[in-house]
């Protein structure tokens, strides 16, 4: 791929408004096949959010070493789950790749190589989450994976790497749970509309008052936010989506916070829209 190429791709993506970016906590895979009060949000951002030409995905059950980007021209919808009901294996959401868009966002990031992966696809952390966004499956979606072996930092910066994609019509967005701990799951809370230990109901409120005020510091290093951050954040797979989201904030821009509620104790849909 020379210089003449790149620039063909850049010229295909013309400046748009400059696009919305979200963090949304996608909880059970169930929601990819329910309808509740989360999922109704999720279909009306679809709905009030400017068409995007292309949307990618930072996934929480993307894990890899170094950090790629889905590039096949149509990925595949992974069942990334076991125990759960035969209509949800049955789902299929063949919406097309962009393999030119991937290559246009690896050129971007300078501060690492971006490889351009072939046999990853769309995991349940995208799909249950897009069908309700775009059901007609007719916009292409990608996934930028997490590189596990590394800190907060790194996914915060490299988000800022790609800001340029919010102004070519890209809706970019985070997919996982702020408070997420499988161990302490109250399973008998599970039809209750909002349980929260003590704890997760602690940081839920501390975590939305610097959303709101933009103060990412301490998101970014949210080790030391407390004992409640030790039980919220057991591990941080399903938190760095949020910094890669908080990477891609201006200065000017405020953070919406909404889906903001606490389940089965140990768990918190508690999502964000930017600009």
């Known amino acids: ?26 909880g059970s895979p169930m929601n990819g096949i329910e309808t509740n009060v989360f999922t109704e949000e999720w279909k009306k951002l679809g709905e009030t959010i400017q ?12 894990l890899t070493k170094g950090t790629r980007i ?3 021209p149509f990925p ?24 030119l868009l991937a290559l246009e966002t690896s050129q971007l990031v300078k501060s690492t190589n971006v490889g351009l992966d072939h046999d990853w696809g769309l995991d349940h952390g995208t799909w249950t989450i897009v069908r309700h966004m775009y059901p007609n499956a007719n ?21 800022r790497e790609i800001n340029s994609l919010r102004q070519k019509g890209i809706l970019i967005i985070g997919s996982g ?10 399973w008998d809370k599970m039809k209750e509309p909002e349980y929260g230990y003590d704890w997760a109901m ?17 998101l970014i290093n949210y080790e030391k936010l407390g004992k409640a951050a030790t039980y919220a954040i057991p591990t941080p797979d399903h938190y760095y989506p949020l ?13 919406t916070v909404f889906n903001d509620i606490a389940v089965m104790g140990s768990l918190s849909m508690t999502s964000v829209k930017i600009g």
């Open 51 to 62: 068409v995007p030409k292309a949307v990618l995905i930072v996934s929480a059950h993307w």
């Open 243 to 255: 910094l890669y989201t908080l990477g891609l904030q201006n200065k000017e821009e405020q953070a």
């Open 177 to 186: 749970n702020i408070i997420h701990n499988l161990r302490m799951v109250a």
């Open 70 to 72: 889905t590039a096949m």
């Open 139 to 159: 916009i292409p979606i990608l996934q930028l994976s997490i590189d596990y072996d590394k800190p907060a930092t790194y996914h915060y910066k490299l988000a």
């Open 76 to 99: 595949a919808t992974i069942h990334d789950f076991g125990g759960f009901p035969k209509e949800l294996f049955a789902v299929q959401y063949p919406a097309p790749g962009d393999p």
């Open 1 to 26: 791929m020379n210089l003449q190429d790149l620039r063909k791709i850049s010229t295909g993506l013309s400046a748009s408004d400059l696009m919305p970016v979200l963090f949304l906590g996608h």
């Open 202 to 218: 602690e940081l839920k409120v501390k975590v939305k008052d610097l959303l709101e005020n933009g103060n990412h510091e301490p």
